[in-house]
């Protein structure tokens, strides 16, 4: 099992997983989506990138910037019609 000594990058691993999985499945829904969810999604998908780069460093400001984007990406799903099966 892995240890770390530094709290903030155990938070910081599970705030990570969550945005990777949000974003796979915005993926999907703005593939089936409209261009104005593309256009919205063009603009939030690089602050996930930011996120995986702010890991590496794990402090305070780096958490809570992570926390952010996940709200923001929850917030976008959110927006997005629902998926018919």
Request: aromatic share 4%; charged share 40%; glycine share 2%.
């Amino acid at each position: 099992m892995e240890t770390t000594h530094n709290p903030i990058e155990a938070q910081m691993r599970n705030v990570l997983a969550e945005l990777r999985k949000l974003r796979d499945e915005i993926r999907v829904q703005v593939h089936l989506g409209g261009m104005d969810a593309k256009k919205a999604w063009d603009e939030l998908e690089p602050k996930l990138a930011d996120a995986d780069r702010m890991a590496e460093n794990a402090s305070e400001e780096t958490f809570r910037s992570a926390v952010e984007t996940l709200r923001k990406l929850k917030l976008f799903r959110s927006a997005l019609p629902e998926k018919k099966h």
